[in-house]
């Protein structure tokens, strides 16, 4: 944990109001996802995606970690356990969708979602998948 070796404790406080405050988007992006992928992915007849697949809170249970440390861990696991599951529910209604790539193009990291996806203009491609 590079925190531990920060030496300056006060830069650290500083950005408490800014990691915290994340909270209150990740909450509403939580509930909104939610909302979307019970709905849609039922309409779409896609398979619901498993939620303790992405979202997991357990380091807070270390007897070696300080309460901070706890806290901080239990909000890591669930602010980037949500934007798993997030880009997951994302990635199957894109497939759903769209399948289709992007232009190539070497600045954009490509999804490894997209390796099944129809190539960049071509459309006989499409036409004969959409049949």
């Not at 007849?45 to 997991?56: E, F, N, V």
């Not at 999804?111 to 006989?124: A, L, M, Q, R, T």
Request: hydrophobic fraction near 35%; include cysteine; aromatic fraction near 14%.
């Amino acid at each position: 944990m590079e925190s531990r070796k920060f030496r300056n404790k006060f830069r650290l406080g500083l950005s408490a109001p800014f990691i915290y405050g994340m909270i209150v988007p990740l909450a509403f992006l939580d509930i909104t996802i939610e909302i979307y992928h019970q709905i849609c992915f039922r309409l779409y007849k896609l398979p619901l995606i498993k939620r303790s697949s992405y979202i997991k809170i357990d380091r807070h249970k270390l007897s070696y970690l300080d309460p901070l440390e706890k806290i901080n861990c239990a909000y890591c696991g669930y602010g980037n356990g949500l934007i798993a599951y997030t880009s997951k529910i994302c990635s199957d209604t894109e497939t759903f969708w769209c399948g289709i790539k992007h232009n190539k193009d070497k600045n954009f990291n490509e999804p490894d979602h997209h390796n099944k996806f129809i190539e960049y203009g071509d459309e006989s491609d499409l036409n004969s998948k959409s049949i």
